[in-house]
């Protein structure tokens, strides 16, 4: 448990990783607050790995949750790079995870906006199904969320697809009934993932933990 491990070239001091977990001490618009920060540096004291709670990627349709982090804008990234380095400075590393809620959200937690999902198989509320440029988009935003973490110094992205968030709703019969190519939610994770690797500079690749799909940044 105590002994290093790498995982696609990023050296993790011991086998003890904080998985992800919401915390709502976000600020509304998705800053990490100085509450968030020295939460995580304590457990930065003690873990390998840090991956932070769900982050969504754009001011649209992709937030889950009131309070939750957000990687959706270039304005975000000092703050983001101060939770990093304060990870760093106790020793251990950070991955970030990033999600779209897909179904799983509610219009008032979207700014009015209507949900998403690849089919109109509604959960809370009303939803769309996504057009191929609604699809085209998401992918794009996921991509750019990538960059802005690269460029906040996070070790690692992974990618949510666990939970009913809109990766398993791609992946699930249950609420993909498309008869398109995206039918099969293996074509959506797997331009998702093309997308978000080409944006940034990965080391040995990218390698799946569980659902969660794992591109590492840094050696």
């Known amino acids: 448990m105590f002994e290093p491990v790498n995982i696609d070239g990023v050296t993790i001091r011991n086998r003890i990783a904080l998985s992800p977990m919401v915390t709502n001490f976000a600020t ?41 982090l957000g990687i959706y804008s270039d304005e975000l990234i000092p703050k983001l790079n101060r939770l990093v380095s304060v990870v760093h400075g106790n020793g ?24 998403i999902a690849p089919s109109k198989i509604p959960l809370f509320e009303d939803i769309r199904e996504m057009t191929e440029e609604d699809i085209e988009r998401v992918i794009n935003e996921f991509a750019e969320a990538a960059k802005r973490a690269e460029r906040a110094g996070f070790d690692g992205i992974e990618i949510h697809g666990a939970h009913g968030y809109l990766v398993a709703q791609f992946l699930s019969p249950a609420t993909n009934k498309r008869r398109d190519k995206y039918g ?33 940044i840094r050696g």
Request: aromatic share 10%; with cysteine.
């Open 28 to 68: 509304p618009d998705g800053y990490p607050t100085d509450e968030y920060i020295a939460y995580i540096a304590r457990r930065a004291r003690h873990v390998g790995l840090i991956i932070t709670e769900y982050t969504y990627i754009d001011r649209i349709d992709s937030r889950g949750s009131p309070n939750q």
């Open 92 to 115: 251990a590393r950070i991955f970030i995870q990033l999600v779209h809620a897909g179904r799983k959200t509610r219009r008032n937690i979207i700014w009015g906006n209507t949900p």
């Open 184 to 216: 099969n939610g293996v074509v959506f994770l797997s331009e998702l993932l093309k997308a978000v690797r080409t944006a940034v500079s990965i080391t040995d690749g990218g390698g799946l933990l569980g659902f969660c799909a794992v591109v590492c």
